[in-house]
């Protein structure tokens, strides 16, 4: 989730300032990926990322497959926005 805050700085640059992981979301959608300048899969794989977080900090739900899914999706985002800046 953290390598999706990559993308933060080019919703900066447009003047925009976020106020929750979610208001970002929306954000990236209609101003990165709408455009064409991410992927559609980088917000598929953000919105899992905040399913889970959620479900740990409010559900305590979790464990070591799930963490695994996320990191691997987090190594994916941050290669994508790298390449992009």
Do not use: W
């Not at 805050?5 to 209609?30: D, M, N, T, W």
């Amino acid at each position: 989730m953290l390598c999706f805050i990559h993308s933060v700085p080019r919703v900066f640059a447009q003047g925009y300032r976020e106020k929750s992981h979610r208001c970002l979301k929306y954000a990236v959608e209609a101003l990165l990926v709408d455009p064409g300048f991410l992927e559609p899969e980088v917000l598929d794989q953000f919105s899992f990322a905040m399913t889970v977080r959620e479900g740990a900090d409010y559900g305590n739900v979790y464990d070591s497959g799930t963490a695994r899914i996320i990191v691997s999706s987090a190594q994916s985002i941050y290669e994508r926005v790298s390449r992009g800046s």
